[in-house]
């Protein structure tokens, strides 16, 4: 069976420093991936997606960017992190098909000081 | 029942009550819809689908109803327990897109 994992649980960082979150997924191959951002109460919001190694896709202008050097690993990354970055992180993947349900990871919960 | 504002629309059961969640989409062309449940601090989960050529689609404790002429999507809960309490999302998809679009959630809560 399918299983996506998300490291880490939570993550507290100063302003400024940098980010990488990582997320795999195992079982499936040539998955579309997909980062999201979710505030406190709020519904998602796409930040990034991917339907093959080195294809990423940006949804929303953001202090951060994503990368897919292989064909199961997505990761998410900032140079210099802002207060507005904090927030929930959650990665999913799909079949490379559409109209397709996203399987997301248990997310990280991001605090920025 | 639901509220307008910055915050998630709430409904409140009793455990052993049905209960039911409303979802309006927006998009005529959208073709396939999802229910997913979001518990406090964890991802969404996957509950149930349907394609636009089906009016209904029964799980396990739950059915999904898809109303194609007001646009309209519903989850109904069966025998509701406090185990069901969490957020519930509906997304549409359209045209076989890889993308769907996420309504903002309503957070059921179920009293003992």
């Known amino acids: 069976s399918q299983t996506i994992h998300q490291w880490p649980a939570t993550l507290v960082q100063p302003v400024g420093s940098p980010l990488s979150l990582e997320c795999t997924v195992e079982?499936?191959?040539?998955?579309?991936l997909y980062w999201y951002r979710q505030a406190a109460g709020r519904g998602l919001q796409l930040l990034f997606y991917?339907?093959?190694?080195?294809?990423i896709s940006s949804e929303v202008p953001q202090n951060l960017s994503a990368s897919r050097p292989q064909d199961r690993q997505f990761i998410l990354s900032s140079k210099k992190l802002l207060l507005s970055d904090s927030g929930f992180y959650l990665c999913?993947?799909?079949?490379?098909?559409?109209?397709?349900?996203?399987?997301f990871g248990d997310g990280t919960r991001l605090s920025i000081l | 029942g639901e509220s307008v504002g910055l915050h998630l629309p709430t409904l409140s059961v009793q455990e052993g009550d049905n209960s039911i969640i409303n979802c309006a989409y927006s998009n005529s062309a959208s073709d396939y819809f999802i229910w997913y449940k979001q518990e406090s601090g964890k991802g969404p989960q996957f509950i149930i689908d349907?394609?636009?050529?089906?009016d209904k689609r029964q799980g396990q404790r739950v059915t999904v109803l898809l109303n194609k002429t007001v646009k309209h999507l519903s989850l109904q809960i069966a025998a509701t327990q406090p185990g069901d309490s969490a957020v519930y999302f509906c997304?549409?998809?359209?045209?076989?897109?890889?993308?769907?679009?996420f309504g903002r959630g309503t957070s059921l809560i179920v009293h003992p």
């Open positions: 991917s339907v093959g190694i080195g294809q």
């Open positions: 349907i394609r636009s050529n089906m």
């Open positions: 079982g499936t191959s040539n998955p579309n």
């Open positions: 997304a549409e998809n359209r045209g076989g897109s890889y993308i769907p679009t």
């Open positions: 999913a993947w799909s079949v490379p098909t559409g109209n397709q349900p996203q399987h």
